[in-house]
């Protein structure tokens, strides 16, 4: 029985790798239910056991990979014993771009060639934005308290945020900006420290 189910879901991930590849090739719009069949050299009933249509790929595929972009965001704890405030915001942007970086035809089709597709695509692309605007307001509201980050209007500092990274991540891997996931990350970072956080306790939590 586990055998048979470790099966079925190899099965499942072959098909959602090759409807992925094809996706970012030629464009959702581009790509039938054959295409990935052949690509995945299964027959098309096999398709139908897994997916009603493309769907249900797509939703899949956007699903998980925006599932996966969320869980690299981790709380700050001001009281962590080890590690500074603004090192844990850095391990919160490294992992993000990372991810972003190792999945390039997931990040395109999910924040910039599937956009537009229709309302329910939409509406999830939408709520995605909303939970991380309601994460780092929240994030930024307990930094002012805290003394971390300066004041402001941390509406516009978040719009700012999530605006700047998006078009980062995009910009990587379209080849707009040829650089190494490390120096994104550390550009990106003192970008952070002279726009976001207070500058004495950005310099404080350097030499930490």
Do not use: W
Request: net charge neutral.
């Amino acid at each position: 029985m586990a055998r048979g189910l470790a099966k079925r879901e190899e099965r499942r991930l072959q098909i959602l790798a090759c409807a992925r590849d094809a996706f970012a090739q030629r464009g959702y719009h581009g790509v039938t239910v054959d295409d990935v069949v052949a690509r995945a050299q299964i027959a098309r009933g096999t398709f139908y056991l897994y997916f009603d249509d493309k769907r249900a790929v797509l939703d899949a595929l956007v699903d998980e990979f925006l599932k996966r972009i969320g869980g690299c965001i981790v709380g700050i704890d001001i009281a962590h014993a080890e590690l500074s405030p603004r090192e844990q915001l850095r391990q919160n942007v490294d992992r993000i771009t990372r991810l972003a970086l190792s999945e390039p035809a997931l990040l395109k089709i999910a924040l910039r060639d599937a956009t537009g597709l229709d309302a329910a695509f939409d509406a999830k692309i939408r709520s995605f934005y909303e939970a991380l605007r309601g994460l780092l307001g929240a994030s930024l509201a307990e930094g002012q308290q805290n003394g971390l980050v300066r004041e402001g209007d941390r509406a516009v500092m978040v719009s700012i945020g999530l605006g700047g990274l998006k078009e980062l991540v995009l910009d990587a891997v379209t080849g707009a900006l040829d650089r190494s996931p490390d120096a994104l990350v550390e550009e990106l970072m003192r970008f952070l420290d002279r726009g976001l956080l207070v500058a004495e306790r950005a310099s404080q939590v350097h030499g930490a």
